[in-house]
C-alpha cells in the first residue's frame, strides 16, 4: 500500500513539474484584495497563480456608484518574482505574484464601485471580473457634540471659560496630579469631546519634580484614551493668539503610540526631538493621528510611526522647520565635514491609509518617508495605500521624498522639491509596488533624480520634471513616461541606468542634449528572460550618442526626444554646486512651440483632460491648472 502511495505521488510530482508550458502559462485568480481607501485613491490587490510568460493583464474602470457610465482607470501592474537585496542585508525577498494597482482622481467622501477584468491568451480559471465597492475617506474634522475642555496655560489670571484647568495633561487626565500621581485617574476626555488650548507657551520643566504641567522627567504628553473615525478626541487652538508648546528639549512632545482618532490643529510646536510620536515596531502604532494647520520649529521630526499597525494618518497644511543650515546644500556623506544629523525625517509613516498633503518643509535631512526597517512583517498589515501629494519641500541633505520600504500602492504625486543634496526622489527599496510617481517637479539635487537602490521592483514613473541628472541605479519592472530629465552637468550622462527585467518599460522621456559627454546614453538591461533578476555585474553596459541610436540598440526611448532649458518659462540652470536656489520667479510652465509640448502619451487615469494633440511632457501640461503646493488658506 504504502509503494502504490508513494508511486501515486511521485506520479503527481512528475506531472506537475513536467506539464506542458501553456499549462503553466495560464492563469489562476485567487484572492482579491481592497485596500484601505484615502481621501483621493484607492488601492487594489489580486493575487494569482500561473501566467508564467507573464502575458496576463487586468483592465481597470470605475464609476460614482448610482451612475451609469464606467470611467477607464490605470490598469494593475504584473508583478512577481522580482527579487529584492541589497545594503549588506541577510535576506532576499521575492515578490508574489499578483496583480496591484491604483485608482487616482476620486473626490473625498463618496462611493464608488469597481470593475476589473483579467485576461490572459493562455486561458483564465476561477472568476475572471470582479465588481467591488469602495468608500474614500472625508478629511477628518472635529466632532461637535461632545464635551469641550478649556486649557490655559500656567500662571494666566486673566478670564476664563469653563470648566477650565491648567495644562493639557489636567484637562486630559484631572487636576492635581503632579508628580508620580499623574496617571492615577482614568482619562476624563470621551471620544467626541474637543479640548480648546487659550493662547500662550505651555513649558514644562521635566527637571523638577511635582511640576503644574505634570511632565516629570520625561517631558511628554503621553495620551492614551480612544476616539473613533466619527468621534476623535479634538486638541485645538481656541483661535484668541498663538498656542505655543515648547519641549523642553525632550525626545518626544506628544507620545500618540496609544492614542487612536486624536486631532490637533493649530498649534505651534518647538524645542523637541520627536513632536509626534505615533508608533514602534513591534510594539504598537496610532490609528487616525491627524496633524493639522501647526506649525512646528525647531524640532527632529515632526510626525514619526514605525509600527506596520499604524493606519489612517492625515498630515496637512502644516509649516515645518528644521536645523539644518538654511543657506547652503550639504549632503551627509562625500564632505569633509557633512551635514550633521540635526534634524532627521520631517514626516516619516508605515502602514496604511495615510495622507500627507499641502505641507511647507524646509531643513532636514529628507521631508518625506515612508519607513524603512526591513521586510514585510508576517501577520502584520502590509505596508500599502499611502499618499503624498502637494508639499512643498525646500533644502534637504539627502532626499525630497522616499517611498522606501513601501510594499504596495504608495502614490507620490504633484509635489515640489527645490534643492536637495543626494537624490530627488527615492524607492530603497519596494517590495513588488506598484510606487507611483507622478507630476513632481524636483529642482537642483547635485546626485540623481531618482534614488532606485536595492533593487526596488514596481515602479511607475510619469509627467515629471527633473532638473537634475538621470542617474538611476538598479531597479526591477520599472515604467518610465512623459518625464523631462535636464541635468545640468555638460560632463554627466543624460541618461545612466541598470533594469533587471526585460519587461521593464522607456518611451516618450525627454533628455537634455549633453554637449561634453561622449557617450550620452547608457543602459544596463537583460537580453533574455533568462537573465531576468540576474546580478547587475552581469549585465552589460549598452552606450549610444543620439536618442535615436538608443531605440536602434536596445528598443528603448523610441518616442524619445532632446530638450534644453528653452523649453520652460524661466527656468534657469543650476549650475553652482551647493548653492541654495530661490523658488521665486522660477516658472515650470512650458513654452508656447516647445519641443515638449504634445510629445508624450495619453496614460488613462493619468493625463486624462490633457490639451491639444497629445499629453506634454513633464509635470504641468500647457494651458492646465496649477497645482497649489504647501498650505492651503
Same mark, same amino acid.
Given at each position: ?78 508583478? $512577481? ?28 467622501? /463618496? ?10 491568451? #493562455? ?37 476664563? !471659560? ?23 485617574? !482614568? ?11 487659550? @493662547? ?11 511640576? !503644574? ?54 498649534? /505651534? ?40 499597525? =499604524?493606519? #489612517? ?45 499641502? %505641507? ?48 504596495? %500602492? ?36 547635485? $546626485? ?24 538611476? =541605479? ?52 537583460? /537580453?533574455?528572460?533568462?537573465? %531576468?533578476?540576474? #546580478?547587475?555585474?552581469?549585465? /552589460? ?40 536656489? @530661490? ?9 508656447? $512651440? ?19 494633440? =497629445? ?5 504641468? !501640461? ?10 492651503? %488658506?
Amino acid at each position: 500500500m504504502k509503494t502504490i502511495v508513494l508511486i501515486t505521488l511521485l506520479t503527481s510530482f512528475l506531472y506537475i513539474n513536467w506539464q506542458p508550458s501553456s499549462v503553466a502559462d495560464k492563469t489562476m485568480a485567487d484572492e482579491f484584495i481592497v485596500e484601505p481607501p484615502t481621501l483621493l485613491c484607492a488601492g487594489f490587490e489580486w493575487k494569482i497563480f500561473g501566467d508564467d510568460n507573464r502575458n496576463a493583464t487586468v483592465s481597470v474602470e470605475y464609476r460614482k456608484k448610482g451612475d451609469t457610465q464606467w470611467k477607464q482607470g490605470h490598469p494593475l501592474l504584473r508583478i $512577481g518574482d522580482e527579487k529584492v537585496y541589497g545594503h549588506d542585508q541577510r535576506w532576499v525577498y521575492t515578490v508574489p505574484d499578483m496583480f496591484a494597482g491604483s485608482i487616482f482622481n476620486l473626490e473625498p467622501g /463618496t462611493s464608488y464601485e469597481g470593475r476589473f477584468i483579467l485576461t490572459d491568451p #493562455d486561458g483564465v480559471s476561477g472568476i475572471a471580473e470582479k465588481v467591488v465597492t469602495f468608500e474614500t475617506r472625508k478629511e477628518p474634522q472635529p466632532y461637535a457634540g461632545g464635551q469641550t475642555y478649556h486649557v490655559y496655560p500656567m500662571g494666566y489670571d486673566g478670564p476664563k !471659560e469653563s470648566p477650565a484647568f491648567t495644562g493639557l495633561n489636567a484637562a486630559y487626565y484631572g487636576e492635581g496630579n503632579q508628580g508620580d500621581w499623574w496617571m492615577v485617574p !482614568e482619562p476624563r476626555v470621551q471620544p467626541g469631546d474637543v479640548i480648546l488650548v487659550h @493662547a500662550g507657551l505651555y513649558k514644562g520643566d521635566r527637571r523638577k519634580y511635582a511640576h !503644574e504641567l505634570a511632565l516629570d522627567f520625561h517631558g511628554a504628553y503621553v495620551l492614551t484614551q480612544k476616539g473613533t473615525p466619527e468621534k476623535p478626541i479634538t486638541i485645538k487652538a481656541a483661535g484668541d493668539g498663538e498656542v505655543i508648546f515648547d519641549g523642553d528639549g525632550a525626545y518626544r512632545l506628544f507620545d500618540v503610540m496609544a492614542a487612536d482618532y486624536h486631532y490637533f490643529e493649530g498649534l /505651534t510646536i518647538r524645542n523637541t526631538e520627536v513632536a509626534f510620536y505615533a508608533g514602534l515596531k513591534r510594539v504598537m502604532g496610532a490609528s487616525g493621528l491627524t496633524v493639522k494647520r501647526c506649525k512646528m520649529e525647531d524640532i527632529g521630526m515632526a510626525v514619526m510611526t514605525h509600527s506596520a499597525d =499604524s493606519k #489612517d494618518f492625515y498630515i496637512a497644511d502644516n509649516t515645518l522647520i528644521g536645523r539644518h543650515e538654511p543657506d547652503t546644500l550639504i549632503g551627509w556623506y562625500g564632505f569633509e565635514e557633512p551635514a550633521p544629523l540635526t534634524s532627521y525625517v520631517a514626516i516619516k509613516v508605515y502602514g496604511q491609509g495615510h495622507v500627507v498633503c499641502h %505641507n511647507t518643509i524646509s531643513f532636514f535631512h529628507d521631508g518625506i518617508s515612508v519607513d524603512t526597517h526591513g521586510l514585510p512583517e508576517e501577520g502584520k498589515p502590509r505596508c500599502a495605500s499611502i499618499d503624498f501629494y502637494r508639499n512643498d519641500i525646500f533644502n534637504m541633505a539627502d532626499d525630497f521624498i522616499e517611498a522606501d520600504g513601501g510594499v504596495h %500602492n504608495i502614490r507620490v504625486f504633484e509635489n515640489r522639491g527645490f534643492n536637495s543634496y543626494h537624490a530627488s526622489l527615492s524607492a530603497q527599496p519596494m517590495f513588488g509596488g506598484p510606487v507611483y510617481f507622478i507630476r513632481n517637479i524636483c529642482y537642483n539635487t547635485p $546626485g540623481t533624480a531618482l534614488k532606485y537602490m536595492i533593487r526596488p521592483a514596481g515602479i511607475y514613473t510619469y509627467n515629471n520634471t527633473f532638473i537634475t541628472e538621470a542617474a538611476i =541605479s538598479v531597479f526591477s519592472n520599472g515604467h518610465f513616461r512623459n518625464n523631462i530629465f535636464l541635468g545640468p552637468s555638460d560632463s554627466r550622462p543624460a541618461l545612466s541606468a541598470t533594469t533587471l527585467t526585460t519587461y521593464t518599460t522607456m518611451d516618450f522621456n525627454g533628455y537634455r542634449k549633453k554637449s561634453n559627454s561622449e557617450k550620452p546614453y547608457r543602459l544596463r538591461y537583460p /537580453t533574455s528572460n533568462a537573465q %531576468n533578476q540576474a #546580478d547587475e555585474k552581469e549585465l /552589460t553596459w549598452v552606450e549610444a550618442t543620439t536618442i535615436k541610436e538608443l531605440s536602434k540598440l536596445t528598443g528603448f526611448e523610441t518616442h524619445g526626444v532632446e530638450l534644453d532649458f528653452d523649453v520652460f518659462e524661466n527656468v534657469p540652470v543650476p549650475d553652482k554646486r551647493g548653492h541654495i536656489y @530661490a523658488v521665486e520667479g522660477v516658472n515650470f510652465s512650458l513654452r508656447k $512651440g516647445s519641443k515638449a509640448i504634445d510629445a508624450g502619451v495619453a496614460i488613462p487615469n493619468i493625463t486624462d483632460g490633457f490639451v491639444g494633440k =497629445s499629453p506634454d511632457l513633464g509635470a504641468l !501640461e500647457a494651458g492646465g491648472a496649477m497645482p497649489v503646493y504647501g498650505p492651503r %488658506n
